[in-house]
């Protein structure tokens, strides 16, 4: 079943990696090699933890060093920056903070009720990345889809109030 909020666990093995932590010792590594990281991940993780969040059906965290998301995985809570390289923080991973597991499951079943439309893709982290929101909201100019998307500063009540009502209206248009 696609319709999933995958997790960079499921992205890892599409290249062939076991796990999260893997794919990010081994990507840094390559990345060192060819010359387009300072130094490789040493396997050390430090510092304060950063938030995960839902962003188009992908499980992500932002970099508190240079704001650029990377894909994390809420069994291997490691983050690890391959733009910046972790550079202020002795390019040592960050742990990553996740929602309590039952607001967790609550999120993401909420988040499931938003319609999505499947696009092809390679792999299966890419055609769930990939997927379309078929809800279009309109909030005074601005008209963005309804994706598959939660931000920590939202509670699950305010999903409710994001998406209710469009899902109904949307419904009612498709029967």
């Known amino acids: 079943m696609l319709d999933i909020i995958a997790p960079a666990s499921l992205m890892a093995q599409t290249q062939h990696f076991q796990t999260h932590v893997e794919w990010i010792r081994n990507t840094s590594a390559r990345m060192y090699a060819s010359g387009n990281l300072e130094a490789p991940w040493n396997g050390q993780i430090k510092g304060k933890a950063v938030k995960a969040c839902i962003d188009s059906s992908r499980w992500v965290s932002f970099c508190p060093y240079c704001n650029h998301a990377e894909a994390v995985d809420p069994v291997e809570k490691v983050f ?96």
């Not at 690890?80 to 929602?99: I, K, R, T």
């Not at 609550?106 to 499931?112: K, N, R, S, T």
């Not at 439309?117 to 990939?130: C, D, L, N, S």
């Not at 929101?133 to 998307?149: A, E, F, N």
């Open 80 to 175: 690890f920056c391959f733009n910046c390289n972790m550079l202020d923080n002795d390019h040592e991973a960050l742990p990553v903070e996740f929602p309590e597991a039952k607001l967790m499951n609550e999120i993401i079943a909420v988040l499931m009720e938003r319609p999505m439309k499947q696009v092809g893709g390679p792999t299966r982290y890419e055609r769930i990345a990939r997927m379309q929101p078929m809800i279009v909201i309109v909030k005074g100019d601005r008209r963005y889809g309804l994706s598959r998307s939660w931000h920590w500063s939202q509670s699950v009540e305010d999903l409710h109030l994001e998406q209710d009502e469009a899902i109904l209206q949307w419904k009612e248009k498709v029967n």
